[in-house]
């Protein structure tokens, strides 16, 4: 008598414990089988959102909008900077650090607290962090309409370099999706990382040029900025899509390695122990 | 533990069972005083002071599970009846032993996981459906059929959050038994709807196991299991006390257990 093989569902129908491919080739795997569930998580997280308030998904938009308001309002008058060049640095900043800082974030919140689900139902445990990121990317495109209206109201209308958007775009979301990796991989074992991480994030944004120019550092400081991957990502973002210049080679290539060594090491952490995170949720 | 499988031995001249489970043992490991904070990981690292109270939900338990099979399991709280059907559903992964399932599996443990209130009735259909592995043409095929199980046409626009819990539970079961699998994992705890409901649950898993699906079917009621199972497993604290006929392990469950006089009276109703 053969197997019983009619189920058309999309779940697996042959499962060995003891069959096991290297851990982060098995995560791969199982995430390509659940890309629908991937699609549900993005929906599920950006419909629950909005769903009861009254702007909706505008909120997306009218928030950093608000910010640079009040920013632009307090620092030019304070460090006499031009308001209008400002505003779209500023902006312009805020957009990609709320991209990188929302979908890390909500990497590891997903992780543990979406209802516990990871001990409950079986499923590829990087989807939440994937979910995430993609749910970053929808924000993060919705963001870009205000971004091009404040320009055009400026009186400084964007010049992208178009071809490159989406490439910039996509090593942002490669780092985000490393660090997003590593610090859920590191909140399940520890309560207290989601906290943590927060405090880090804020003085990460504080150390990164994003509501300040850049000029306003000492150059002895300046130096130091190669090294904080976060600022080759938002000035990244700035060549290509403010500024409407191609970035330097040194900028490209910090953001390709930070994006790939983020990524390699993000998923080898955090497919490592995959198989046990459910034993402690 | 090998990285590299060899296929199982079918036992030789039978069936292939659809299940087999073989020396399996399910740890947890519970830190002795709770340590959540990295830095007091940290510090009682450095000092190897991290001490680990091992508890063995599941202990050495052997079990096969044919095609066509109900395998009923009975045993107190924490006796691990849970664990196993988790192991079985892949949400825990064995810490000694092997689990094989030749099948697709359909988990009725817990119901609705994932659910979301506000979410339409619709919206989390499709959200619970692509956790359980389906993909969008999967449940476009069964929505109607979906909808029409869990009697909640009416509903099924409005947010969950306005469902009644059995309305809830109801979408729940007819989204996780809208096809047929291989194996069901049902926790009798989760009762669905009224009673007439219920019913009408129980004709659909019939009928499953009338096209040849297999059950793993967990009890504290061993009352409950005299019909519908093929053959019963005894789990006490982790370990595999008796397997066999459903009136044997129950007999000797009662035994054990008294004074239940309900397990007694279906003991000997069995027997």
Redesign the interface.
């Given at each position: 008598m053969t197997v019983i093989d009619t189920a058309p569902a999309g779940n697996r129908r042959y499962y060995d414990s003891a069959e096991r491919a290297a851990p982060w080739l098995e995560e791969l795997s199982g995430l390509m089988r659940y890309r629908f569930l991937i699609r549900q998580l993005v929906a599920r997280s950006i419909k629950t959102r909005y769903k009861r308030s009254v702007l909706g998904v505008a909120w997306t938009m009218v928030s950093p909008l608000l910010t640079m308001l009040v920013l632009t309002l307090v620092f030019s008058q304070i460090f006499r900077f031009q308001a209008a060049d400002y505003a779209l640095h500023v902006l312009s900043g805020l957009v990609l650090w709320n991209f990188f800082a929302q979908s890390t974030v909500g990497a590891m919140n997903d992780l543990m607290w979406s209802g516990g689900l990871i001990g409950r139902i079986y499923l590829p445990k990087s989807s939440f962090a994937v979910a995430a990121v993609g749910t970053g990317l929808v924000n993060l495109g919705l963001a870009l309409v205000p971004l091009g209206l404040i320009a055009l109201a400026l009186g400084q209308p964007l010049n992208p370099v178009w071809w490159a958007v989406p490439l910039v775009i996509a090593l942002s979301a490669a780092f985000a999706l490393g660090v997003g990796l590593l610090v859920s991989s590191l909140s399940v074992y520890f309560q207290d990382v989601a906290p943590t991480y927060e405090v880090l994030l804020t003085a990460w944004l504080y150390l990164t040029p994003v509501i300040y120019p850049v000029s306003l550092l000492p150059p002895g400081l300046a130096a130091w900025l190669k090294l904080n991957p976060m600022h080759a990502h938002v000035e990244l973002f700035r060549d290509v899509v403010l500024r409407g210049v191609v970035p330097s080679a040194e900028l490209v290539v910090m953001g390709l390695v930070s994006a790939a060594g983020a990524l390699a090491l993000g998923w080898w952490a955090f497919t490592r122990k995959a198989r046990d995170y459910a034993y402690q949720v | 533990?090998?990285?590299?499988?060899r296929p199982?031995p079918a036992p030789s001249g039978s069936?292939?069972p659809?299940v087999e489970v073989s020396g399996l043992s399910v740890r947890?490991?519970v830190p002795r005083e709770r340590v959540?904070?990295?830095?007091e990981?940290a510090i009682r690292w450095l000092k190897r002071r991290v001490a680990y109270q091992d508890l063995w939900a599941l202990r050495s338990v052997d079990l096969t599970v044919g095609?066509g099979e109900i395998l009923g399991v009975v045993g107190r709280n924490g006796a691990g009846k849970s664990t196993l059907l988790?192991?079985l559903?892949?949400?825990?992964?064995?810490t000694e032993?092997?689990?094989?399932?030749?099948?697709?599996?359909?988990?009725l443990?817990?119901l609705g996981?994932?659910f979301?209130a506000?979410?339409t009735g619709r919206?989390n259909v499709?959200?619970y459906g692509?956790?359980?592995?389906?993909?969008?043409r999967?449940l476009d095929a069964r929505f109607a059929a979906i909808v029409d199980f869990a009697e909640l046409w009416d509903f099924i626009d409005a947010?969950l959050r306005v469902y009644s819990s059995g309305m809830i539970s109801r979408l729940g079961f007819a989204v996780a038994t809208c096809?047929?699998?291989?194996l069901y994992l049902i926790d009798e705890v989760l009762a669905v709807g009224d009673a007439a409901y219920q019913e009408k649950c129980r004709q659909r898993l019939i009928t499953y196991r009338d096209q040849?699906a297999s059950s793993v079917v967990v009890s504290h009621d061993p009352g409950s299991l005299t019909q519908v199972c093929d053959r019963l497993v005894w789990l006490d604290e982790g370990r595999e006390m008796r397997t066999g006929p459903v009136g044997d392990v129950l007999e000797a469950y009662a035994a054990r257990t008294l004074p239940l006089s309900s397990i007694t009276r279906a003991a000997s109703a069995a027997a």
């Open positions: - | 533990m090998p990285t590299r499988s199982w069936v292939v659809l947890y490991r959540a904070s990295f830095k990981f095609p988790k192991v559903a892949r949400v825990l992964h064995p032993g092997r689990v094989v399932v030749r099948g697709s599996i359909a988990p443990l817990e996981a994932g979301h506000e979410l919206e499709y959200l692509a956790l359980l592995g389906y993909d969008k999967d947010p096809d047929y699998a291989d040849g």
